[in-house]
Each structure stands twice: as structure tokens, then as C-alpha cells.
């Protein structure tokens, strides 16, 4: 009879092992998958952290060559309306006042239409030849040599 007792004190220990077991291993299960929903969330909110690095890094960027581009516009209008008003009063000049305090724009790289890569242009800045206000004179060395008058020596 004490191998019987001895038994079934065995089954029953193994039964009761089992069930304690089963509640435990659901915790520890549980706990092994938040720990995974935990490092997943922890590397995309780090992915999502470098992704707005990246962003704030490149409207940076975009908003300095933004300004540069203002500051070249700007810089522009004003040389364009002293040199093509030239008569006008300084009141009535919007540039008037910010032109003496114009510093020109640095620009480490050139923009697409400042490279040199394309052909030359067909026409000149500004007012040339007979379209200029500035009178000219002709040097004796521009004369043709018909024109020239003639040495006497």
C-alpha cells in the first residue's frame, strides 16, 4: 500500500507541478511580449526621432538658400532702381534707405543659371552702344584710316 500512497502522491505532485507551471509561464509569457512590443516601440519612436533630425536639417537648408535667394533679389531691385532712376528722390525710392547697408550674398555654390556650362547670351547687360545715355567719343585710334588726319612732320 505504500507504493500505491508513494504514486499517487507523485501523479498528484506532477499534476499540481503542471498547473502552477501553466499560471506562471502566462505571466512570464505576457512579460516576453511586452518586452518585444517595448523594443519595437523604442526603435521607431528612434527612427521617427532621426526621420525629424533629418527634416529640420533639410528645411534648415532649404531656408538659408531661401534667404540667400531673397538677399540676391533684394540686393538686385535695389542696383536696378539707382541705376534705372536714377533722378529719383530718395524718399520716393523703396530701396533708398537699405542700399547703403546691402552686403553682398556669399554663395559657396553657384545656382543652375550661374553656371557656365551653357551657351553665351545674345545680348548685353544694360544700355549699350547707340541705346546708351553716356555720350562717346571717338578716339584717333578707333578713326578708320581714312578718317585720320593726316600727320605733317
Excluded at 519612436?45 to 528645411?59: G, I, N, P, T
Excluded at 520716393?92 to 553665351?120: C, S, W, Y
Aim: no cysteine; charged share 25%.
Amino acid at each position: 500500500m505504500s507504493w500505491i500512497i508513494a504514486i499517487a502522491i507523485f501523479i498528484a505532485g506532477i499534476f499540481v507541478g503542471f498547473i502552477i507551471n501553466r499560471l506562471t509561464n502566462k505571466n512570464q509569457n505576457q512579460q516576453i511580449s511586452l518586452k518585444k512590443d517595448l523594443d519595437k516601440s523604442k526603435y521607431e519612436l528612434e527612427q521617427y526621432r532621426q526621420e525629424l533630425v533629418d527634416h529640420f536639417a533639410r528645411s534648415a537648408e532649404l531656408l538659408d538658400n531661401v534667404s540667400k535667394d531673397y538677399a540676391k533679389l533684394y540686393e538686385h531691385m535695389a542696383k536696378a532702381s539707382t541705376e534705372l532712376m536714377p533722378n529719383l528722390p530718395t524718399q520716393d525710392n523703396p530701396f533708398a534707405q537699405r542700399i547703403t547697408t546691402l552686403k553682398p550674398v556669399e554663395n559657396g555654390t553657384p545656382i543652375e543659371d550661374e553656371v557656365m556650362d551653357h551657351q553665351p547670351r545674345d545680348y548685353a547687360n544694360g544700355a549699350t552702344g547707340l541705346f546708351s545715355d553716356k555720350p562717346t567719343s571717338i578716339s584717333n585710334d578707333e578713326l578708320p584710316a581714312s578718317d585720320q588726319p593726316a600727320k605733317v612732320g
